[in-house]
């Protein structure tokens, strides 16, 4: 069973910054796409940045310039550093990864971390 692991959330002020981890259980290579999610209060999951194959990645537009989303191979894991944080960017994070393994997609998610932007 993979298992993923966050951590690096918490309580930081507008216009600083944060960097999330994402430890996998299983090799990185063994995967399609990994990235984050995040949900805000009342709000539906959203995409923040994934990366697909090991080299094109993807970003929200709200997130594109400030945040930045690479993977240390050695480590098996996945971070997503987060600059120039706004309130909006408050939410819990959730790391995911996709397998395609023999025609069957399978989604593993991480417990999430909470990031709160406040001054």
């Known amino acids: 069973q993979v298992q993923l692991v966050e951590s690096g959330g918490g309580l930081v002020q507008p216009g600083e910054s944060l960097r999330l981890s994402c430890v996998v259980s299983?090799?990185?290579?063994?995967?399609?796409?990994m990235g984050w999610y995040r949900q805000a209060p009342g709000k539906q999951r959203e995409l923040v940045a994934e990366?697909?194959?090991?080299?094109?990645?993807n970003y929200a537009d709200s997130v594109l310039g400030r945040f930045t989303i690479y993977e240390d191979n050695a480590k098996n894991t996945v971070y997503l550093q987060m600059t120039s944080l706004k309130p909006e960017d408050t939410a819990v994070y959730y790391c995911?990864?996709?397998?395609?393994?023999?025609?069957?997609?399978?989604?593993?998610w991480g417990q999430g971390t909470q990031v709160t932007v406040s001054s």
């Open positions: 995911f990864a996709d397998q395609l393994y023999h025609g069957t997609k399978y989604d593993y």
């Open positions: 299983a090799s990185i290579h063994s995967f399609n796409a």
């Open positions: 990366t697909i194959d090991g080299g094109n990645t």
